[in-house]
């Protein structure tokens, strides 16, 4: 495996950090960063990264003949644009999550890597960087619990307030709770049922704990329903002081023989550590310890950009994330205190 040359563009959410530490744990290095003025998560980057020199001009990474790949984690309204010059530059993109905030974008997005022929892969941390759901996969392609009939997701996150920039409160720049957070639970959904594509039967978004910010939406839910299965996604931003990390996001697996339920970040009152695995089915009903499951995406990515696969995630489900999130936004029923 050949180890890849990178750039970022837009460190403007702390994704970036992860994006960047899974592709360098591998070998790979990064000639630059650049960003638009200096947002909170620069830094964060700068400790992390402090061998990564700063550019002055996103122009100097993308002219670059050594550098394969960007790495992009802008505000969300402006990484389409950010990952279409990029590939049109030549290079493959890393994008955090949404990787686009409107249909229109998604369509460019889509006309570009027909046009390049380069890979836009969005880096859906919820799954891609969680190793429980790297070892609920192995399981249910070992047929532990028979056919998947459902996924359910919840994405509870903290608010975090005093950290947050202008632009998270304003529903144009980030495009949406169900835009945003719960394309990690579409993704999901399609790869835990195999689904190539679903209907939005329902969805909602609302304001109902931040009256003097209209621009936030601070809970949505999504019901999907595709030819191979069901989905219910609920996200929100209601994560209570008391939790010791930002989230307690859940995952439930139902089968035909069985369920896995995965408790991603913490499981509450009970066992330390992240990465908590329940599996019940006909002859197994017990606590798997998950976190030493393997992160495939990163590795496979680079394999992608050298070999021109698509083993990380295949190039349409990466469009049907964002068609579906996007559709859902689209369609949700507005509640609460929202402008």
Known sequence: MKPLTLGVVGIDHRHIYGQLQGMLDLGCTCKGWWTEGDPQPVEGFVKRFPDVPRVADREALLDDPEIDMILIADIPARRADRAIEAMRAGKDVMTDKPGCTTLDQLDALRACVAET????????????????????????????????????GLGPHRLNRPTRPDWFFDE??????????????????????????AEIVTASVGNFAN??????????????????????????WYTPDALPNWGDGRLTILGTEG???????????????TDHLFLVNKTRCEYIDASGAPLPYFENLIRDVNDRTETAMGQAHCFKVMELALNAQAQAARLGHLA
């Open 117 to 152: 022929g380069r890979i836009w892969s969005i880096d859906f941390s919820e799954r891609f960087e969680v190793p429980a759901v790297t070892k609920a996969a192995e399981l249910v392609a070992a047929g532990e619990i028979g056919t998947v009939v459902q996924t359910v």
């Open 172 to 197: 144009a720049a980030y495009g949406g709770i169900l835009t945003d957070i719960a394309s990690h639970q579409v993704d999901q959904f399609l790869f835990f049922t195999g689904s190539t594509d």
């Open 211 to 236: 009256p003097d910010d209209p621009g936030l939406q601070d809970f949505g839910e999504i019901m999907l329903r595709s030819d191979t299965g069901q989905g219910y996604i609920r996200v929100d």
């Open 259 to 273: 369920y896995i339920e995965l408790r991603k970040y913490v499981d509450v009152a009970g066992r330390d550590g």
